[in-house]
């Protein structure tokens, strides 16, 4: 098995390493002709206006076919901003594949940067999460599944093998949430697939 990582921009290294971790080959990801024959791909946070300007052309049409043709992706963050079927303030999707909302450094406590332990469904409890001028999810289509809130807030969704997280589980050490991708590659359907 063999997974991307998405390295315009961000924190790509901590992904790389997460997966190493779990056994996993990685490749880094800049252009399109890296994307082939990968088995998945993260997306992770950063600066979504950066990403985007960034894999304009090309890579982002690549993206673009991939997430709606069913291929896995987990985007953390920015990452999820750039998956996200619908960005708050902005036209159309960046690549899209989930069907959410999300708002860009949204309110409340997501403004700033905190760490917290969220009860993850399908994953368990405890989680530590990070979050870094994280977006919110606004809304939920669906064919989406919500897999943990922050106060009552959606921040890790999935449809189908589309995963998203609006924090940065790379940061913590601990490897639940990216072995959960690791295996929703593997086969494990969710219910939008
Ligand atoms: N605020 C960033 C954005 O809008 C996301 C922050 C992050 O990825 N940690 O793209």
């Not at 490749?27 to 002709?33: L, P």
């Not at 082939?36 to 993260?42: A, E, M, P």
């Not at 940065?168 to 940061?171: K, V």
């Not at 590659?185 to 219910?191: P, R, Y």
């Given at each position: 098995m063999?997974v991307?990582?998405?390295?315009?921009?961000?924190?790509?290294?901590?992904?790389v390493?997460?997966?190493d971790?779990?056994?996993?080959?990685t490749?880094?990801?800049?252009?399109?002709?890296s994307?082939?024959?990968?088995?998945?791909?993260?997306?992770p946070?950063?600066?979504?206006t950066?990403?985007?300007?960034?894999?304009?052309?090309?890579?982002?049409?690549?993206?673009?076919?991939?997430s709606?043709?069913?291929?896995?992706?987990?985007?953390?963050?920015?990452g999820?901003i750039?998956?996200?079927?619908?960005?708050?303030?902005?036209?159309?999707?960046?690549?899209g594949?989930?069907?959410?909302?999300?708002a860009?450094?949204?309110?409340?406590?997501?403004?700033h940067?905190?760490?917290t332990?969220?009860?993850?469904?399908?994953i368990?409890?405890e989680?530590?999460?990070?979050?870094?001028?994280?977006p919110y999810i606004?809304?939920v289509?669906?064919?989406v599944?919500?897999l943990?809130r922050?106060d009552?807030?959606?921040v890790?969704?999935?449809?189908?093998?589309?995963l998203v997280?609006s924090f940065?589980?790379?940061?913590t050490?601990?490897?639940?949430?990216h072995?959960?991708?690791?295996?929703m590659?593997?086969?494990?359907?969710?219910?939008?697939a």
């Open positions: 063999r991307g990582v998405l390295a315009l921009q961000g924190a790509v290294r901590e992904h390493l997460a997966l971790a779990l056994g996993v080959e490749r880094i990801v800049k252009t399109e002709a994307l082939d024959g990968l088995d998945g791909l993260v997306l946070g950063g600066e979504s950066a990403m985007t300007l960034l894999a304009e052309g090309g890579l982002l049409d690549a993206l673009r076919c991939l709606h043709a069913g291929f896995p992706m987990f985007g953390t963050c920015a999820m750039l998956l996200a079927d619908q960005v708050e303030g902005r036209a159309g999707p960046i690549v594949g989930i069907d959410i909302s999300v860009r450094n949204a309110s409340g406590r997501q403004v940067s905190f760490e332990q969220l009860d993850v469904r399908e368990g409890s989680v530590p999460a990070v979050f870094i001028r994280a606004t809304r289509g669906p064919k599944d919500v943990a922050c009552d807030v959606a890790m969704a999935r449809q189908g093998k589309i997280a940065h589980p790379e940061l050490g601990d490897a639940r949430v072995r959960y991708f690791v295996n590659m593997d086969g494990h359907s969710g219910k939008g």
